[in-house]
Structures are given as structure tokens and as C-alpha cells.
Nanobody, 129 residues
Framework: QVQLVESGGGLVQAGGSLNLSCAGSGRTFNRYYMTSYVMGWFRQAPGKEREFVARIDSGGRMTSYADSVKGRFTISRDNAENTVTVHLQMNRLKPDDTAVYYC???????????????WGQGTQVTVSS
């Protein structure tokens, strides 16, 4: 059974930093471990659609970011034997970054939310002005 569990959200002032983590474990329906999956971060603000934030390939060598966070956010991952931990270091936060942040997994290099089948429960990030 696959599990994705986010942590690290909270309230921070504009200009501050937060580090989100997502712990992924278990085998997917096609018997692949989470360590072989592309991991992504998405966010959803009230009244808005869920949007892509960042992604990282299974080996941690390739990353990509939404233009709105490029240069401020950094995604990384640690692969253990059968588990993966994905981090999102968020610096110079802005009020527009306020949203629920979700961790997701996908076997292919994609960045659309509807292409990700595995999701965490989300963690709230609130940036005050």
C-alpha cells in the first residue's frame, strides 16, 4: 500500500522560509517502489485550480520548476531502500505562495496534476504580509 505523507507547513512572514517534506513508502499497483517514481509538488490556493510547483526525477538528477517559484524553491530527494523522502525548500516566500501544498508521484516525467495518480493529504502554507 502506497503512502505519501507531507509535513513542514505552517505560518511564516513574507520573506521567510519553510521546508516541506514528503515521505513516500510502499509499492504501487504495478509493483514498483516509490523510489523509482518521479516526485512532484503541487499547490492549491482557495478558489484556484491545483497547479504544478516542482518535480524531480527518480535519481534526483533532473528537476524543473514553475516560473513563479524558480530561483526561490528547491526540490530534492533522498532514496532509501524502499522509501523516498522529497523536500521542498521554500525561500523568500510571498503571500501569493499561500496554499495547500501536495506531494504526488508519477512513473513518467509529467507536470500536470491530472497525470499524477498518487497524492498525499496536503499541508497548509500561509505567508503573511
Amino acid at each position: 500500500q502506497v503512502q505519501l505523507v507531507e509535513s513542514g507547513g505552517g505560518l511564516v512572514q513574507a520573506g521567510g522560509s519553510l521546508n516541506l517534506s514528503c515521505a513516500g513508502s510502499g509499492r504501487t499497483f504495478n509493483r514498483y517502489y516509490m523510489t523509482s517514481y518521479v516526485m512532484g509538488w503541487f499547490r492549491q490556493a482557495p478558489g484556484k485550480e491545483r497547479e504544478f510547483v516542482a518535480r524531480i526525477d527518480s535519481g534526483g538528477r533532473m528537476t524543473s520548476y514553475a516560473d513563479s517559484v524558480k530561483g526561490r524553491f528547491t526540490i530534492s530527494r533522498d532514496n532509501a531502500e524502499n522509501t523516498v523522502t522529497v523536500h521542498l525548500q521554500m525561500n523568500r516566500l510571498k503571500p501569493d505562495d499561500t496554499a495547500v501544498y501536495y506531494c504526488a508521484a508519477n512513473p513518467l516525467w509529467r507536470d500536470r496534476p491530472d497525470e499524477f495518480a498518487l497524492w498525499g493529504q496536503g499541508t497548509q502554507v500561509t505567508v503573511s504580509s
